[in-house]
């Protein structure tokens, strides 16, 4: 693809309830830090993208409402509702078009404001099954039900993401639930919706990330640390839960081998040393992983309790702590770009993967996985 | 630099968007919905090209990107494909814990139907189980007209 850069990141602490700052304060917060990192000022900035979501902002049009703090009056804004990841891909493509030369991508949500299950309750179709009263939870734990049974996978080897995760978090000062836990502790931990137990399940959380896109004439401009993003794709299922094999992430891995061949990778295995996945829950860092040629298909497990994705195994995956230590969505997959980028410049201090030269950062959309998408990013051009 | 909100309650603002809407259930869903409540029986419609069988039934097939032109009558009975038990009083719930969640493929379908299963111990739940939908007296033309599916013996 067309050469372009992550030249500026910059995030909010992780938090469940960040009760003293509004929207715009957290995201007024972040794009300061991206703009510091990249050593821009607002004026360098051609375009914005602002991701948000109406039901969890609580007002319509919400993309406007952090539109003052992300210094877009006067300049091209446009905005994505879902995750962060998409709204980052569409800044990107603002970019390749030859149109602007830098986009700054923001995205933000708190969690704390509002009722989750009744939000994504409302994903459902209202004719057919919206009033059954699913929601993102039940859902992932049918989707959990259906991978355990097909991959033979049991629910101590699920809780050992949350033991990896929670302890990587202790080494992430951004994280919200830095934890000493054991399985024991994630099999005793409330039962939400079998098989998930509460330690199963990310947190509310409240948060905010800003990144920078530029092309390749403006990389090198301001900085000399930009993150080459070498492969993108995103890909959908069918809407319905039904309609899909739910032990499966088909989108997922359509769109993650349209990303590695944009990169160049054959054997992603032996080829990306970092990951950082959307582990809302904690079968799907291990669904995700298979779906993405990361591991063999079903044995995810395994692996894991070898110690393969700790920090220093051979593919440490989540090494920030990920959504299990803090999950405010829309922000999310951002959060995941963004520490795909702290990771290949060596600025991940007490997490820092050695030598990482090729990451992977993945962001999800829609009801158990509908929607992913997948950025390689890599430290050479 | 003084906090000056030290030992000060934060101002917080309670509120809720409340507008009501109502939907038009489309050509498709309202021939479904009327067959359940008036005969009982669960409607499917199949893509013109791939004949998978859609139930929910869906004026087109997101595989082919053709339309599902015919109607299938199908069988109140299926197997059970994945399913959850709700322990928590999760917000969205419209009645008690447990509560619990089936995907249901019926006999002649090519896709799963959410809905509740009872009647049964949750230790007894299994994948791949037999299932029968259980009608209530009174329907209404909506999802709810199927109380919910229970296993058969």
Not at chain 1, 371 to 381: D, F, R
Not at chain 2, 43 to 64: E, N
Request: charged share 25%; aromatic share 8%.
């Amino acid at each position: 693809m067309e050469n372009a850069a992550i030249i500026g990141i910059g995030m909010t602490k992780i938090e469940a309830n960040k009760v003293r700052e509004t929207f715009a304060d957290m995201v007024w917060e972040a794009v300061n830090k991206a703009l510091n990192d990249a050593q821009m000022t607002i004026n360098d900035i051609d375009n914005i993208i602002t991701t948000s979501n109406d039901f969890w902002d609580g007002r319509t049009i919400s993309c406007m409402a952090v539109g003052d703090a992300s210094g877009a009056r006067n300049k091209n804004v446009s905005c994505v509702e879902g995750d962060g990841t998409f709204g980052a891909f569409y800044g990107l493509t603002r970019v390749l078009s030859g149109s602007y030369g830098t986009t700054l991508v923001t995205a933000h949500s708190k969690g704390s404001e509002s009722i989750s299950s009744l939000i994504t309750n409302a994903a459902f179709d209202p004719i057919y099954d919206r009033s059954l009263g699913m929601d993102m939870i039940t859902a992932c734990a049918m989707q959990a039900t259906a991978y355990m049974y097909r991959t033979g996978t049991t629910s101590k080897q699920i809780a050992q993401v949350s033991v990896k995760n929670h302890g990587n978090a202790k080494n992430n000062p951004m994280s919200q639930l830095p934890m000493d836990i054991t399985v024991e502790d994630v099999l005793n931990s409330e039962m939400i919706s079998d098989p998930l137990h509460k330690l199963d399940c990310s947190p509310v959380s409240d948060g905010c990330c800003a990144i920078i896109i530029a092309n390749k004439d403006r990389a090198l401009k301001y900085n000399d640390k930009p993150v080459w993003i070498k492969g993108v794709s995103f890909c959908s299922d069918s809407y319905f839960l039904g309609d899909r094999d739910l032990s499966k992430a088909a989108s997922l891995t359509k769109a993650t081998n349209a990303a590695y061949k944009m990169a160049g990778i054959n054997n992603p295995k032996d080829e990306i040393q970092v990951a950082e996945l959307y582990d809302a829950f904690t079968y799907q860092e291990l669904m995700w992983l298979e779906a993405m040629g990361l591991c063999d298909d079903g044995k995810g497990s395994e692996l894991l309790e070898n110690k393969y994705f700790d920090i220093g195994g051979k593919l440490p995956v989540n090494p920030s702590g990920g959504l299990l230590s803090g999950h405010p969505v829309i922000a999310a997959g951002l959060i995941r770009i963004a520490e795909i980028v702290k990771q290949l410049r060596g600025e991940a201090g007490k997490y820092q993967v050695h030598g990482a030269k090729l990451g992977v950062a993945q962001g999800v959309n829609g009801l158990a996985g509908q929607s992913h998408c997948v950025w390689v990013l890599g430290k050479e051009k | 630099m003084t906090d000056i909100f030290k030992d000060i309650e934060p101002m917080v603002y309670k509120s809720q968007i409340n507008v009501p809407y109502s939907w038009w259930a489309g050509k498709t869903a309202s021939k479904f919905f009327t067959e359940l409540k008036e005969n009982k029986k669960i409607m499917g419609t199949k893509c013109d090209k791939c004949s998978k069988v859609y139930v929910p039934p869906r004026k087109i097939c997101p595989f082919c990107f053709k339309e599902n032109q015919a109607w299938v009558e199908l069988s109140d009975e299926g197997i059970l494909l994945s399913y959850t038990i709700v322990r928590k009083q999760l917000a969205s719930l419209p009645k008690k814990v447990p509560v619990i969640y089936g995907l249901i493929k019926l006999d002649g379908a090519d896709t799963g139907l959410l809905h509740f299963i009872d009647e049964v111990l949750p230790k007894d739940i299994k994948i791949g189980m037999r299932l029968k939908a259980c009608f209530l007296e009174e329907r209404a033309g909506k999802i709810q007209d199927i109380g919910y599916f229970k296993p058969i013996n």
